[in-house]
């Protein structure tokens, strides 16, 4: 499906070029955006929404790329219109040009606020959730058989490092400059065996997670257990992990010979990304995904509290990394790292090298070996984990550390090393060894979003220039021009983030689209508990209300969101396996003596009541 043109998105793009010019007016002048805003008409009608989409954010990348000194912009090879003399484009010219030299690199005290607005343009709609082609769905699924072929290739020398590893751990260490891929890998293990030692995998409360599974079991289903792979009970036995009780599984004696125990393939689905096409996720079966989210709680919990990792491997945190990212960009003493395909680049052989050897049994034994692809296709996974894998973050993020802080230069170096999944930050004088350490064993950095010179850096959504974040607002949602939940929501919030940016023209555009579409909208500073704009005029604002004696306050009738519930009955040891997994309960009664139940300022927990996911209600009621 080819997407169609749009005369919104050209609005939201004239509005924008429109604040810059009442930003910025002494350099992008009134000639210039003139110029500007019939160079965009232009291109949008012969190149519809694609010019936005994608044209616009290839020029953004080669910009950043010119800000991180990686290669000099030429718009040229841009489709872009070069200025006389110059390799800047006439595109924004006014602006390129307080930020690079005519030959396209960076100048000496280029201005911060001109790079500001030129990412704002160029990546306003990159993350725009159009519909993808068919030759897009194509592409991703041959990267994705393409990477298991890589991982296959490299197996037989990471198999082989391994029996290295283990015939020299006796050999004396090697503190060179550059150390043997055994050094490193032997230095990553007793890493990691510090890490888990001590830490009990199978002591877990296995829950199910928020997301599909394979098996297609919705809600309530996923308790009413079908099958068990045997793989997975060699280490969890059936009734110490799959039922609420021993009387749970006494009582369920009589549908054991019902039970089976195949070992069931993941399943890929694809979802949208970015304008270049969709992500590939690939959901686990109910079995599976049943032990791996309770040993991915321990492991979170344990690796966050660890002293020798606290500081160093993120989870549930993407401030440290954010704040890296800045203080990096501001004297260029921290470098951050992307990885590509990074989930799928870490193969079972990398596990099976680096950690301890009865965690890798304990992995193993919830690993799905294979996925079905969407045309139907059974690939086998030399991956250790596909992206979807509740224990596919934390994996990734801890052979990446292990990786990077094994016989580092010095220990102020393996301070400094954050990792947050895929993205790293490293020392700037360590990055190139740590880009070659990683690639050495199977990982790929994305060298162009890699930021290892220059004054900008990028890492978990903070985009840093000289200290000063830059990251644009990127639209997602797709506008509708008919009352919708997630249009509703998210361009409140889009237009909130232009009014912080001080774009006022494009957040006047958004809130005279809204008010089209859903009329009157309160504001923020009647701090009301629904979503509200920054600032609405007087007489946009709701007017129907009435004082609501029984909280002492005054309530207006408004949009608002109700997420619906559905009730649904199964049978009773089953909803007090739910209970045990799903309230605030910290452990298994069989398992401990100390259990907490719920604490007196929580809500209660109703075993029946489910709420749909991704699913909302537009409605009005008194707020």
Known sequence: MVPKKSLDEHKLIAALLRSIHMLHGVVFNTRALKLTLKKVDS??????????????????????????EHTPLNATNLCFQAQ????LPRFLGELFNCVLHPDGTVLQDPCVECVRHIREVCYLFYKYELPYTDEQEQA???????????LLARSVNLRALHCDTERSYQTRRSRSKAPSPEVIAREARILLARVFSGLDLTDITPRHGPGAVATKQRLSEKYLW???????????????YFYASLGHFCDELSNLNKLTDHDLPARVILVPKDSRGPRLISCEPVDYQWIQQGIMTKIVQHVESLNLTKFNVFFTD?????????????????ATLDLNEASDRVSLDLVRLLFPSHICDILECCRTSSTVLPTGEVVKLTKFAPMGSALCFPILALTVWALLSAVPPDADTRESIHVYGDDVIVPTAYAANAIERLELFGLKVNRDKSCTSGLFRESCGMDAFKGVPVTPVRFRTVWSSTPSPASYTSWIAYANSMWERKYYTVYDTIVDMLHHVYGRIPSKDMDLPCPSLYEVPEYMLPCRRRYNKNLQKVQYYVYDLKTPSVSQEIPGWSMLLRFFTESKSQSLPWKFTDVRI?????????????????TSMLVRRWR
């Open 84 to 87: 006389p003399d110059s390799k």
């Open 226 to 240: 079908t099958n068990i792979s045997k793989n997975i009970t060699k280490v969890f036995p059936l009734d110490a």
């Open 598 to 614: 719920m604490g007196e300022d929580s809500s209660p927990f109703s075993v029946r009541l489910y709420t749909k996911r991704r």
């Open 318 to 334: 993407q401030v440290p990394n954010q704040v890296g990212a800045l203080q990096g960009s501001k004297r260029g003493e921290y």
């Open 140 to 150: 991703v699924i041959a990267a994705f058989k393409k990477t298991e072929d890589d």
């Open 43 to 68: 291109r949008v009608r012969s190149e519809g929404i694609g010019f936005l989409t994608k044209t616009l954010p290839r020029l953004g990348k080669a910009f950043d790329k010119a800000l991180s």
